[in-house]
């Protein structure tokens, strides 16, 4: 760890005896207060119409099979069937790609980094060319769909107006799912970490970053 007091509690993981509060938007979403996050979003046009609309057509068939509240398992099995599918699609590079660039890449970072260490903790996150992975910790009563809402709304305002171009720029909806301990933490981590050599994406095409004590612990 880093040798510098932090006001940051140790690593809040999702907890089975502390309530869940529950959502439902698009995806399902599971919140406990202060907890650790790996999440996902990504462009409007980072997958084809015709992939979203059979992914959702097939998740949705899944979820009247599977009513919340879910389990443990039954949550890791949405998450490996659904989740999953979707960042392959995502690391295939459709649409337009707006943050392969780095002037747009760096709108996202400044967003990001803004409310860093007083709304929320950032641990590892890469910004690829269609979408953004994270692995961050939530402050206390700090809700996660008003965090990606400020990111979102912000980037897109900015962005637009340096390429002066109008419209969608994100998806409505993200993933997210709440780390369940150290060996999640991890492997979240290394996924971030090797993400831009999974996809083939070359230097200068993608942003990463790992905190420095995270870093150390993957070697």
């Given at each position: 760890?880093?040798?510098?007091?932090?006001?940051?509690?140790i690593?809040?993981?999702?907890?089975?005896?502390?309530?869940?509060?529950?959502?439902?938007?698009?995806?399902?979403?599971?919140?406990?207060?202060?907890?650790?996050?790996?999440?996902?979003?990504?462009?409007?046009?980072?997958?084809?119409?015709?992939?979203?609309?059979?992914?959702?057509e097939?998740?949705?068939?899944?979820?009247?099979?599977?009513?919340?509240?879910?389990?443990p398992?039954?949550?890791?099995?949405?998450?490996?069937?659904?989740?999953?599918?979707?960042?392959?699609?995502?690391?295939?590079?459709?649409?337009?790609c707006?943050?392969?660039?780095?002037?747009?890449?760096?709108?996202?970072v400044?967003a990001?980094?803004?409310?860093d260490?007083?709304?929320?903790?950032?641990?590892?996150?890469?910004?690829?060319?269609?979408?953004?992975?994270?692995?961050?910790?939530?402050?206390?009563?700090?809700?996660?769909?008003?965090?990606?809402?400020?990111?979102?709304?912000?980037?897109?305002?900015?962005?637009?107006?340096?390429?002066?171009?109008?419209?969608?720029f994100?998806?409505?909806?993200?993933?997210?799912?709440?780390?369940?301990?150290?060996?999640?933490?991890?492997?979240?981590?290394?996924?971030?970490?090797?993400?831009?050599?999974?996809?083939?994406?070359?230097p200068?095409?993608?942003?990463?970053?790992?905190?420095?004590?995270?870093?150390?612990?993957?070697?």
């Open positions: 760890m880093d040798s510098a007091p932090s006001p940051w509690p690593l809040r993981f999702l907890s089975e005896t502390t309530p869940v509060h529950k959502t439902l938007n698009r995806l399902p979403h599971w919140q406990q207060n202060a907890a650790a996050y790996f999440l996902t979003f990504r462009l409007h046009d980072s997958i084809p119409s015709d992939i979203l609309r059979e992914w959702r097939e998740r949705d068939l899944w979820l009247l099979d599977h009513p919340q509240p879910w389990s398992e039954t949550e890791t099995e949405y998450h490996r069937h659904f989740s999953a599918a979707m960042d392959r699609y995502l690391d295939q590079g459709h649409g337009a707006l943050l392969r660039e780095p002037a747009n890449a760096g709108i996202v400044q990001l980094q803004h409310f260490h007083s709304r929320y903790l950032l641990h590892a996150w890469v910004i690829m060319p269609n979408h953004v992975h994270l692995l961050f910790s939530l402050g206390e009563a700090v809700a996660i769909e008003s965090v990606v809402a400020s990111w979102k709304r912000f980037t897109a305002i900015q962005i637009h107006g340096r390429n002066h171009t109008s419209g969608a994100w998806q409505k909806d993200y993933f997210d799912r709440m780390i369940r301990g150290w060996d999640h933490f991890m492997n979240v981590a290394r996924y971030i970490r090797r993400n831009p050599d999974k996809a083939k994406l070359a200068g095409t993608f942003t990463l970053h790992l905190a420095p004590w995270v870093e150390r612990l993957l070697g």
